[in-house]
Every structure is written in structure tokens, then in C-alpha cells.
């Protein structure tokens, strides 16, 4: 499992409607309007 980092929703990597790399990670999203929001400020939701 993995969180979505926009909206903390825990999201089963196998099934994410949608994922990002940023900065060598990948993250995972629950839809694409939290990637979308992910992409739009990624510094503010990766984790550090
Ligand atoms: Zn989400």
C-alpha cells in the first residue's frame, strides 16, 4: 500500500487509477484529479 500524498487516502500500488515520479520517486494516486494536483506543486506534497 501507498498513500496518496494529496488526500492521505491509502491506495494499493497494483491499482492506482494514476501515478507520478518526481525527483526519483513514484507516487500514487486514488484519481487523476490528485495527480493533477500533484503535478501542479509537487514540492509541496513529496515527501522529503
Ligand atoms: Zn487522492
Known sequence: MS???VCGMQI???S???RSE???KT???????CKTVF????DKYAVK
Request: proline share 17%.
Open 16 to 18: 492506482a487509477p494514476a
Open 27 to 33: 507516487y500514487y494516486f486514488c484519481s487523476p484529479a
Open 39 to 42: 503535478d501542479g506543486n509537487p
Open 22 to 24: 518526481y525527483e526519483g
Open 12 to 14: 494499493g500500488e497494483a
Open 3 to 5: 498513500k496518496d500524498p
